[in-house]
């Protein structure tokens, strides 16, 4: 028998399982902050720092005792964090790089073709001379290893060793050790992680069962290509023979839509409803959330849940932008309300305003304005500014 779960219970579900339930004023810690990644599964990285960068405003925004230092020592200290690839650059867990290796030895040959049909016949000569240099070397930042001969340009015009260095990232064979002034620092995969997170294997079954049941496990509710987009680790395919062959251990459900109810089919754990009523309310206060927040990440997904439309802009012609560069969606409770324009002028040493849009239906009341002052004090202080700044015609959006 398929069950209908209302749209309001599926919203408290995945808000839940995104860590944006949990009161976001109880100490973390650095225990804490391993914990919450590992629940989250992954927190993007970006260089973009409008108002804060990416990683640290996805993790303030759901505890404000978070600590930047924290962050750093689990990467570059304990090892218990690396980055490398999901849908996009990212902090993972360490305990989870044994199924990153299935995912590199996937991407080996991909890349290498992709890459020569970008790059010209003859462009992978300095990949064992690069690796080479870092074994015998040490750590090195892609600067350090440029072709004195090799002409400045963009990512379409890396230098031979910028290729080498991404290329053996990509497929595991070197690992971030560090950032300098948020530039790589690389070093081999077995020096930056313990051995006990280095060493392991596992079969390509125990790999693809992994894939699937985290990812359901951290959806709450998914379709099975939901499931294989969750870390782009494994194909939808793949991912509908897992849940066909799991049958037993799931339960259908059709997902009441926010636009228009129309259920949507998904999959759960049998156990799932089962556990409603232990999932909490999220907190009713105002939050602003990162353009590349997990919550929102599958854009698709986020429109059918919260009957929210959220692009970002940064790509986008100036005069064709609907909304801004960088705007900030805002989560209220279990809502996403609107969305805001800002930037954080640290030489003016204020968090400029420039402009606030609510969604259709949702009131501009003193209360709401009052509960997004409030937090936008809270990131004011933790971007290391000192005043929120209105600029004029804010409210005009």
């Known amino acids: 028998m398929t069950t209908l779960l209302k749209n309001a219970d599926a919203r408290r579900i995945f808000l839940a399982r995104q860590g944006l ?20 599964g992954f927190v993007q990285v970006d260089s973009i720092a409008t108002v804060e960068r990416a990683h640290h405003q996805i993790l303030f925004s759901r505890n404000q005792t978070y600590r930047r230092e924290h962050l750093a020592d689990l990467l570059e200290k304990d090892g218990e964090l690396f980055e490398n690839w999901t849908h996009d650059a990212s ?58 001969d090799h002409e400045s340009g963009g990512w379409w015009n890396w230098h031979p060793s910028k290729t080498a260095l991404e290329y053996l990232w990509r497929t595991g064979k070197v690992a971030i ?24 294997e596992v079969d390509h079954d125990a790999f693809v069962d992994w894939a699937c049941r985290s990812a359901l496990t951290r959806l709450g509710f998914a379709t099975h290509g939901e499931i294989a987009a969750f870390w782009d680790l494994v194909s939808p395919d793949e991912a509908k023979a897992w849940v066909e062959a799991h049958a037993a251990e799931l339960r259908p459900l059709l997902v009441e839509t926010a636009a228009d109810g129309r259920p949507r089919a998904s999959h759960a754990f049998a156990d799932f409803l089962d556990k409603l009523g232990d999932i909490p309310e ?83 009341s003193t209360g709401r304005l009052e509960r997004l002052e ?15 700044c209105f600029l004029d015609g804010w409210l005009d959006g």
Do not use: C
């Open 177 to 200: 050790a560090r950032r300098e002034n948020f530039q790589k620092v690389y070093d081999l995969s077995e020096r930056v992680l313990p051995k006990h997170h280095h060493e392991p």
């Open 91 to 148: 902090i993972i867990p360490s305990a989870f790089y044994r199924y990153w290796k299935h995912k590199f030895a996937r991407e080996h040959a991909a890349i290498l073709e992709r890459w020569r049909r970008w790059q010209g016949e003859g462009f992978e000569a300095s990949f064992a001379e690069t690796y080479d240099r870092i074994a015998a070397g040490g750590a090195v930042l892609s600067r350090e290893l440029k072709h004195a």
């Open 282 to 364: 999220p907190p009713g206060r105002l939050r602003v959330l990162s353009p590349f927040d997990p919550l929102i990440r599958d854009r698709n997904r986020t429109e059918r849940l919260f009957g929210f439309f959220y692009r970002i802009e940064v790509f986008v012609p100036e005069p064709k932008r609907q909304y801004g560069y960088y705007v900030f969606p805002l989560l209220e409770g279990d809502r996403l309300i609107g969305r805001i324009d800002m930037k954080a002028d640290r030489k003016a040493g204020q968090l400029a305003v420039r402009k606030l849009w609510l969604e259709p239906g949702v009131r501009r």
């Open 21 to 40: 339930s949990d009161p976001p004023g109880r100490a973390l810690g650095k225990d804490g902050l391993l914990r919450l990644i590992h629940d989250l």
């Open 374 to 388: 409030a937090e936008l004090a809270r990131l004011s202080r933790f971007t290391g500014v000192e005043k929120v």
